[in-house]
Nanobody, 128 residues
Framework: QAQLVESGGGLVQFGGSLRLSCTTS????????IGWFRQAPGKEREGVAC????????YQVDSVKGRFSASRDNAENMVYLHMNNLEPEDTAVYYC?????????????????????WGQGTQVTVSS
């Protein structure tokens, strides 16, 4: 059974940075794209970044382009979300998820139903 566990969330000031980690197990990371999603209170879950199986393809939603990026170390079963210039609007629970249908990232919107395994989430709070 695949498991994903996020860590690295916390409270950060406006303009600050955080790096989220996604520790995976029971999953051959060499084959699958990994996505990062977030959900703020009262809002739908939103795909923010994706990284392809060999880091050959990436995707970021427009609102985080130039600020967020994903990276991965398949040998260590780790995926990361690097978040810079954080804004209060980035406050949300962040999730990593494995896409067993794709090895590459989509050209446009990330859709949650394509992702089979999810972590429990980590809270990111950005103060103004």
């Amino acid at each position: 059974q695949a498991q994903l566990v996020e860590s690295g969330g916390g409270l950060v000031q406006f303009g600050g940075s955080l790096r989220l980690s996604c520790t995976t197990s029971g999953l051959n990371l060499d084959y699958y794209a990994i996505g990062w999603f977030r959900q703020a209170p009262g809002k739908e879950r939103e795909g923010v970044a994706c990284i392809g199986k060999n880091s050959e393809s990436t995707y970021q939603v427009d609102s985080v382009k130039g600020r967020f990026s994903a990276s991965r170390d398949n040998a260590e079963n780790m995926v990361y979300l690097h978040m810079n210039n954080l804004e209060p609007e980035d406050t949300a629970v962040y999730y990593c998820a494995a896409n067993l249908l794709r090895s590459r990232c989509p050209a446009s919107t990330m859709v949650p139903y394509e992702y089979s395994y999810w972590g429990q989430g980590t809270q990111v709070t950005v103060s103004s």
